[in-house]
């Protein structure tokens, strides 16, 4: 049996939900952890843009898509104001970017390919769909050591991740599956390993 990458389906949802716990552990909130009825109501308002890796039943991983029209991702706003809360109510089935909302890999199944097969499976939803680009926030939760040994700002950190002179666990891996840094967004969500910052990260087909 082997891993497969599969569009998400109701039979998934509860082990969708399972693995933010493991992915997101404290200091990072709880309440901004997927619930049940988030993923179902994700799974209804935009079928195409939520997918899983599933070992038989078992869910390994998942990621999250939103659609939002061009003047929300211009804005670089808040993720809140972004995708309208985690029922993402901004979802527009028009819009010009596909908006990566969340990206969860098991830890004991990190560093074998899992997050760039998702990747994958988002750049063909983008080339399928015809949008102008792909776009996510990305949190950098290695920044708040760097800072106390460095007492360096999120910019420089953010920067020194681009050029490969620190490592984030999560920047990096999102730098290396073929997304461009853009920005970085200061008080993008509560997240205090990340300083509330967010690197905005896109790819264009
Ligand atoms: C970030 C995350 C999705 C990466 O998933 P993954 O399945 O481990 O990533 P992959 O194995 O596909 O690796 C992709 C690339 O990143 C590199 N990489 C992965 N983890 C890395 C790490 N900790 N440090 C440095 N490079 C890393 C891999 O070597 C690979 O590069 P290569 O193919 O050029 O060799 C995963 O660590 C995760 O779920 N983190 C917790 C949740 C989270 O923070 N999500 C993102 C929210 S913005």
Redesign the pocket.
Known sequence: MSVQIVPLSAEHVEGAVALQRL??PPPFPEELLWKVEHLHRHHELFPDGQFVAVLGSEVL?SASMARIAEERWQAHASWDETVGGPFMTHFDPEGSTLYGM????APS?????????LYEARFDALARLGCRRFG????V?DYASWAASTGGTVQDYVAAVARAEA?D??L???L??GLDLIAVLEEYMDDSESGNA?ALLERTP
Request: with cysteine; charged share 25%; aromatic share 4%.
């Open positions: 992915c997101f991983a969340d990206i969860s890999v199944a990190r560093g074998q390919g899992l997050g760039r097969r996510t926030a990305c949190r939760p490592i666990r999560t990096t891996p999102l290396r599956v967010a």
